[in-house]
């Protein structure tokens, strides 16, 4: 049979995302493949520079709108940088328990996704479940279930509700089992392992030559975690360790690597959550009101020209950097530039290259396996 | 095929584990099986998280308790049925609207800060044009509305400090059957907007304790007493929001210092057929000024020691002219 | 035995009541010379269309079997609608008016009869007003098999979905693609009997018939596949013919060493056979037994094998195109093909319509003959929907989707060879372990002790699952403990946060 260009088009049930795969195949083997991004491009480093440093969270939200918490979080950073503000310690432990329920509801959304693209449909419904338990969290917290809107440029902008940490500590210790659950019926499954091992081989080597980062490269034993590189916020004081893997073969970290790390990693969460919320400063029962300078320093308003804000942090599914730079048309109180770099625009070429050699069927084991979010890509 | 250490695709793989965890998963959403079992399968039915219910759970669950009988579930069509034979009970739809979710289970709520649809006491609006000014999206247009000003609606130490009646301009009569249910009127489950509270009209004479007016609505002349009639005033600061535009980032009730601009906790009664629907004018996100009646109360204080100290001060002004 | 309710005989016997009664009503008319075939005309056509709808419409009992057992398995509840919801409205108004859609002044009626069951069956007081909004409209606030009639109701909203051809694709061949494959799916549902007297057809090479029937359908999903003009539906349908036929050949040998068994090619006597020999197939080669489960499970393509309409590559494989009803009743054909599966399984290794423990719980008193009152067709059903419920539905959710590839290298590889080996010792079985003379009489309730062996009876099957059973437990656990135990990720961090950055050591 000839070979022929398939269009994983926009629309279809497997991409994750809008964007379009086109796989050139050779009866069910994969020879090439073209992506084009773009199609939701809203154009929000333009939109930075008409709004102010505050208004400006919310579209970060809305970048990677299945881990929003943490994009909010890597504008903060950057903005704070430029302006020069030190946030609370209390702010800072509030901002990682939000960032780390947001990257447990992420995993839990691409395991969700993942498992039925595989065909393991069960997946599907018990990820949605648990993922409510954390979206009721980040809804108490931040008011909304998915753009919250939260952090603020020298703090946070509420503390968190009484009672909040026992039912944050209930349904980690909740989740904790289902981690067990879900291992039980995909670690060691064999048709998904057979499915999962030995495709998609991607070498560390050219995986950090090619820019990836996060869970990608931590599944190929690169242990560069950005949040134990170089901690930001209270990283270095709670109880955590990065997930790595070492892979079995030279050819590099399969899939199963990656879907190994990603559960490690919501291990890894479930356990700082538990410590940051016994160690957070002020107690975990108390709330302080809105404004209070235990969550919210005073921070300035203008950022002189010339002066430059830098952020890098550890995104859901890579490393995310901000870079502002201030004295734009409202003199200052509007950024000159907002540059944005997206761990999934780096990797989603890399991803689409990985995938000649192999089967058709192994398009959506492969392509899962490094969980794409075209919002972030897009931006 | 190089194999992970520490996962072998054999037998055992295939049979074991996916088969065991889908069983348990299955025989765990029968309450039976799983309220009595649920901590030896490996966790809870969904209803039965017992860390989850505190005392405002309960408290909550308890104040909304005629509407949904969360704790003696006889065919109530929520999530927690009866019990023994749920193959037999009442399907588990949540008849959303007429009930929602929130109000059967004690466990689940949608928090006070919730970022829901805009409510406004337009009383307490100070026209400061602050949330104006931070909305990213260009949402809120200000606007005037013709009310009856809160100070002219004041009793006790701040009455006495509003305007007077003027021909030409309006007044208005309230409405006594929407006054009577206004205590009870609860925007969480009314699906409309605020019933319209006052009756307007343009003043035509005055003369004494009686004056003409002619109706707004209607446009027939009527003689009322003029103690009746409460000054009205069409330049009352009023807005307008865009619900189609905003994304609910919250940053205008942040602006506003929390106390006139609120984000209620509803996610509902923001649909409408065509764009125009969207744009909420005052009628339709006018939160009653009883929600918070210590805001209102501040704020009513705030402006009649305001004018107070205006009119001793023009008082003052005059005697002294007097004497000069 | 033969079952006592014998529909076959009330049609076809010449002295059955229908047969006389037509060649009675046809004496002194001109259609005399041929009332007697005339008369088994009709009796047929009555049997076989009676037979076919019984076994058509007792399919909604799986197709709710499987969305609830699903649901449950996901942890939700799955279609809980009403029957009552098809006429209690809300508020006064009924229930969406729908009759009036119906074609022909139907509607009429039918908005009659409405309005009596509201009367009769409606919305009662207002204690039972919550439970009479919307889609949920219990009776008193109960529902037996809720749900059921979704399925009804999703098939009927096929009818009114866009029927539409692709513009480039070959018009016939899409046409003529899901008659080749329903038409071949309905021939199987005509085969298979309910129990000893009911059944449409009993042809005497009736398992060569089924599979014969199994396997043209692939050819009708080659054809939907190619002629629909798109890439998608090409590759799913290529898969799909390479699936099942490499299926096909595990599953003939599966049979043949049934037949070899029982001696017959005829399902109505390798089931007579079962109990004469005194054990039911399943017990004598379990083996078989697995191997045409799996082998039927990849032949109706079901998870795991459903990679030819995998949604995640192929939106919906080799049926994509098709709209309306032609995609309805592709769907419904794969449906009757996985019931036809289970009373395969059912007849061929689960005894059929005997009821269990025939000869032993018969003899009890006066359980015994309320027992032996239980008509064979409802054992038959019972038996197939719970081999639906625990292979075909238990295996499709907590299993994922095997790669092409990989079936096909499962399929030649692993299974073949077992089968073969299958029929091997199935030809040992009956040489020489089959004691001919310890088969009871086709009738006699208690069945045989053809299986004895060393003067034990039953010893041969007894012997055989256990030591299949054993094998299985020992597949089972011949994990690597100390490996498993750990579970964390291989590589431990030792440095503390902040002291060292990869690749600048």
Partial sequence: MAQMWITMGPQHPMTHGLWTLRVKVDGETVVDTEAELGYIHRGVEKIAESRDFTQITPYCDRLCYVSAMTWANSYIYAAEDLLEVEVPERAEYIRLIAAECQRLASHLMWLGAYGPDIGSLTLMTWCMRDREMFLDLLQELGGSRMHYNYPRVGGVKRDIPVGFADRLVAKVKLFEHRIDEYEMLLDESTIWLVRLQGVGYAKAEDMVNAGVSGPNIRAAGVNYDVRWAHPYSVYDQVDWEPAVEKPTSVKGADCYDRYRVRMEEMRQSCRMILDAIEKIPGGKNTNYANGDEMILAKAPTRAPEGATGFSHYECTRGASQFYIQGGGDGRGKNPYRLSIRSPMFITIPYVAKTMIGYKVADIPAIMGSFDPCIGETDR | ?324 | MDDKYDLVGFFLSKDGLLRSGIVGALEGTPLESSAGALSFGVATFALVNIVFLLLFFSQFAILWIERKAVARMQDRYGATTALRSLWVGENGVTAGEWWNMLPFGFGKPIGAVNKWLNKNFGNRDEKFATVDRVNNRSWMGKTIVPGFFQNVADGMKFLVKEHMVPQRADRLIFEVSPFLIVSSTLLILGMIPLSSGIYATNPDLSILYAIAIFGIAPIGVFFAGWSSNNKYTLIGGIRSAAQLTAYEIPLLLTLLSVAILSGTFNIVESIHFQHSAGAWNIFVMPLGAALFLITMIAEVERVPFDMPEAEAELVEGWWTEYGGMRFGMLFMAEYIRTYAACFLFTHFFLGGWHLPFHGTIGSLPVVGEAYLLIPGAIMTLLKSWLVFLVVFVWARFALARIRTDQILEFGWRMLLPLAVLQVVLALLYRLYLFNPEGMSDQNDVAGGMAWDAFGVPYLVPILTTLFWLGVFWVYLNDEDKSAMSERMFHVHTIEPAGTVVPGQE
């Fill in chain 2, 1 to 324: 095929m190089p194999m992970h250490p520490h996962a072998q695709p054999n037998f055992r793989n295939l049979f074991w584990y996916p088969f065991k965890i889908t069983l348990i998963t299955a025989l765990r959403t029968f309450p039976l099986i799983g309220k009595r079992f649920g901590k030896r399968l490996g966790a809870y039915h969904n209803t039965s998280h017992p860390e989850f219910l505190d005392e405002g759970s309960r408290a909550r669950a308890a104040a909304t308790a005629d509407m949904n009988d969360v704790t003696r579930q006889e065919f109530a069509p929520d999530r927690v049925t009866s019990d023994l034979k749920p193959t037999l009970w009442k399907p588990q739809t949540v008849q959303y609207p007429y009930e929602r979710l929130e109000d059967m289970e004690p466990w689940l709520f949608v928090p006070g800060n919730y970022n829901g649809r805009i409510g406004v006491i337009w009383e307490t609006c100070t026209a400061c044009k602050m949330c104006v000014n931070v909305c990213p999206n260009d949402c809120l247009h200000m606007t005037t509305e013709l009310r009856v000003d809160v100070l002219d609606n004041a009793e006790g130490e701040n009455a006495g400090f509003g305007s007077e009646l003027e021909v030409g301009k309006f007044a208005a009569v309230e409405v006594p059957e929407v006054k009577a249910t206004l205590d009870r009127f609860n925007h969480v489950t009314a699906h409309t907007s605020t019933p319209e509270e006052w009756r307007f009209a343009e003043v035509l004479d005055l003369s004494g304790d009686s004056a003409t007016v002619r109706w707004n609505d209607s446009g027939e002349e009527a003689v009322l007493a003029t103690a009746e009639l409460f000054p009205a005033d069409d330049q009352i600061v009023s807005g307008r929001i865009d619900l189609g535009r905003c994304m609910f980032c919250g940053l205008c009730m942040e602006a506003c210092g929390f106390t006139s601009f609120f984000m209620t906790n509803e996610y509902d009664g923001m649909s409408g057929f065509t764009r125009q629907d969207l744009w909420f004018d005052a009628s339709r996100t006018r939160v009653l000024p009883g929600v918070h009646q210590e805001a209102v109360d501040a704020e009513l204080a705030k402006r009649a020691s305001k004018e107070r100290d205006k009119r001793a001060k023009k008082a003052a002004k005059e005697t002294a002219k007097g004497d000069a």
